[in-house]
């Protein structure tokens, strides 16, 4: 089952982070709106590829980087949250995945959707990850991107183009999602333009 974004505070009220049309569209698992994106995704093909490219990451370390400028690397985008048993699950076999794809040009990035980057500190320090995290919040590239739910994870080929989206809590979904990716790291490297192959 996908489990809708909430927030992390004890006794708040487990709120979406949008409109109560985001937040039936959570409870109900559907399919996105008419003219939204497929698989959790809200956003229009366009505004997807403009908040990919521009919009700011943050690590835990507070090194800032845009998805942009990954380009040229095979790049799993995975937004999660400390308090999804759901994506608690995954953070393991991405970090096997992101060690595998390392060495050959992929990477993998853990995007935090919590509030509060001390819940995220606490987390991967507990858990001792070892894969890059960035800690965006909910009013980040999720909301950019009008993520109906986590976990959601993104395959980015060389270009930056979305390859493959993985929605929800399924196994399948991630192993697919890794399948995708092991693809894109095997086929040829970006070409600089005006060079010929």
Request: some cysteine; overall charge positive.
């Amino acid at each position: 089952m996908k489990e809708p974004r909430r927030s992390n505070q004890p006794h708040a009220r487990r709120a979406p982070l949008g409109v109560a049309a985001w937040a039936l569209a959570a409870a109900l698992v559907a399919p996105a709106a008419a003219g939204a994106g497929p698989n959790g995704i809200g956003a229009s093909d366009a505004a997807v590829r403009k908040a990919l490219d521009g919009h700011t990451l943050r690590t835990l370390d507070g090194r800032s980087f845009t998805l942009g400028s990954l380009q040229g690397d095979v790049v799993v985008v995975n937004f999660w949250a400390t308090w999804c048993r759901s994506c608690q699950r995954e953070l393991p076999a991405l970090a096997a995945l992101n060690a595998e794809l390392a060495a050959r040009g992929g990477r993998v990035l853990a995007v935090s959707i919590d509030q509060d980057p001390r819940n995220v500190q606490r987390f991967v320090r507990e858990h001792r990850l070892t894969l890059p995290i960035a800690q965006d919040g909910p009013d980040g590239l999720a909301r950019e991107l009008d993520l109906r739910y986590v976990p959601l994870t993104l395959v980015l080929d060389r270009r930056g183009a979305v390859a493959y989206i993985a929605g929800g809590a399924a196994p399948e979904g991630l192993e697919r999602a890794g399948a995708r990716a092991r693809e894109l790291v095997a086929s040829a490297p970006l070409q600089a333009e005006g060079s010929t192959p």
